[in-house]
């Protein structure tokens, strides 16, 4: 199971059961601790209906009572393939 979190203005932006795009960050321990992907993503509000969880942080950082499942779908690449 892994731990991420996104920052976000107001929990509403945040659409269930919906594929959306997000900037993350892991929580897991470890060197990679803090690193952001951006990602395609579905959330649900029941934790357990998928195995990754997320906590979500408002715009300058306090922590939101709201807590989601999350299944990354995929990576998105913001930076074209011939600058990699």
Known sequence: MN???V????VKELAEDAEIELTIRT????IHK????????QLSS???KHADQ?????GRGQ????????KVLGEVQRMPAKYL
């Open 3 to 5: 731990q991420w979190e």
């Open 7 to 10: 920052y976000v203005n107001d």
């Open 27 to 30: 929580l897991n321990a470890g």
């Open 34 to 41: 803090y690193t952001y992907k951006r990602v395609r993503a």
């Open 46 to 48: 029941d934790l357990k």
């Open 54 to 58: 997320l906590q979500v942080r408002l």
């Open 63 to 70: 922590l939101s009572n709201s807590r989601f499942s999350i």
